[in-house]
């Protein structure tokens, strides 16, 4: 099996109360005459206390269009994707240059070569470094992303993988679009980036950390509209739809039960709950279908309010949380968990 041996979140330097976030978004999105009551609602019932910036909230009313957003992107997005590569690789004792594939995530940006070139030229990678970048699956890409090591571990069992997420949600706020869709996703998503080590079964460090034992992917028909992006002049808008957490009801919990049963197991087995933090109504979906309570996902609901929802960065600083402050005894079991862009569900099966 896979083993897990380092997870490592970072987070920019630029750390702002929601109530500051809620003015830089009327200053930037509301029509000079528009109430500004319903923003200050949606922002508060995010549940988000503080949340990191990609850049000074000064700079945010001089970018002009998408270029510059994109370009602030790549160079934010490659010296935070650094540093958690190489904190990640430092925690599980390896270097850059042990590391035979490196798979890189983000929906927040465009790069060509993409981020994983850049990190890996950067940092000191091997040449013959493989390397698989993936874009578009948004908030569900950690817990994907974890489960397509394990697939390519699986083939080559003495090898070392890793998984680099960079997401600046902050860059993709659309100037003048005073959107119920752009309030709420200012209100609830952030900036950060995050990493993990895997090594395969025959690696001299496999067996030092959770091991992955098993994965379910599910694409739900009919529900491309779910969530994701509009690509048009000024970049990136936000689609988020109202029928999220009625997807979670009507599919999660067959997802979960499907996996488990697997392996002969239930929900009550299962003593580590990973959850990606989506926003309130989504966690409290994840609970209500499962029949799990708030200290099941404390540790996602903390992270949301600590650092709000940055996109498929955010399962993996629950992971790295879960397992600096959470250890598991061994033979314990997790189940890793996200939803986004699809819409789909990505789940990954771990024992301790």
């Keep these: 099996m896979t083993t897990v041996a380092a997870v490592r979140g970072v987070l920019p330097p630029h750390r702002y109360p929601q109530q500051r976030l809620t003015e830089l978004f009327a200053e930037l999105c509301l029509p000079a005459n528009g109430s500004r009551a319903v923003l200050a609602r949606l922002h508060t019932s995010a549940r988000v206390a503080t949340r990191h910036l990609a850049l000074p909230i000064e700079r945010y009313a001089d970018l002009d269009g998408f270029t510059e957003a994109n370009d602030a992107f790549l160079s934010v997005g490659v010296e935070l994707g650094c540093a958690a590569v190489l904190g990640a690789l430092a925690d599980a004792g390896l270097d850059a240059a042990d590391v035979d594939l490196v798979m890189s995530t983000t929906v927040t940006g465009v790069a060509a070569p993409s ?32 489960a397509r090591l394990h697939d390519f571990l699986r083939g080559w069992p003495n090898a070392v993988a890793v ?27 952030g900036d950060g980036a995050a990493a993990v080590v895997a090594v395969g079964a025959q690696h001299p460090r496999a067996g030092g950390g ?22 048009g002049d000024t970049g990136l808008k936000i689609v988020l739809g109202a029928e999220v957490p009625d997807l979670v009801r009507t599919y999660l919990a067959d997802d979960v039960k499907q996996l488990l049963s697997r392996h002969g197991l239930a929900v009550g087995d299962i003593a580590r709950w990973i959850s990606h933090p989506g926003g309130p109504k989504v966690i409290e979906a994840i609970q209500s279908v499962l ?62």
């Excluded at 981020?115 to 817990?143: F, N």
């Excluded at 680099?164 to 679009?177: H, I, K, N």
């Excluded at 600590?306 to 790295?320: D, E, M, P, T």
Aim: glycine fraction near 10%; hydrophobic fraction near 50%; charged fraction near 20%.
């Design 115 to 146: 981020l994983e070139a850049r990190i890996a030229a950067r940092i000191g990678m091997r040449p013959d470094v493989k390397r698989v970048p993936l874009w578009g699956l948004g908030c569900l890409a950690g817990v994907a992303g974890v």
């Design 163 to 189: 998984l680099v997420s960079v997401e600046l949600c902050s860059l993709t706020v659309q100037r003048g679009d005073p959107s119920v869709a752009n309030m709420v996703a200012s209100g609830l998503f």
């Design 210 to 231: 959770p091991m992955v034992v098993d994965t379910l992917s599910h694409l739900y028909e009919n529900s491309e509209r779910a969530m994701g992006w509009d690509v």
């Design 291 to 352: 029949g799990l309570d708030d200290d099941d996902l404390a540790m996602t609901w903390r992270s949301l309010n600590r650092i709000g929802n940055l996109s498929s960065a955010s399962v993996l600083h629950v992971f790295a949380d879960t397992l600096a402050e959470r250890p598991a005894a061994e033979g314990e079991w997790g189940v890793l968990l996200a939803m986004g862009p699809g819409f789909c569900c990505e789940l990954v099966l771990l024992r301790w």
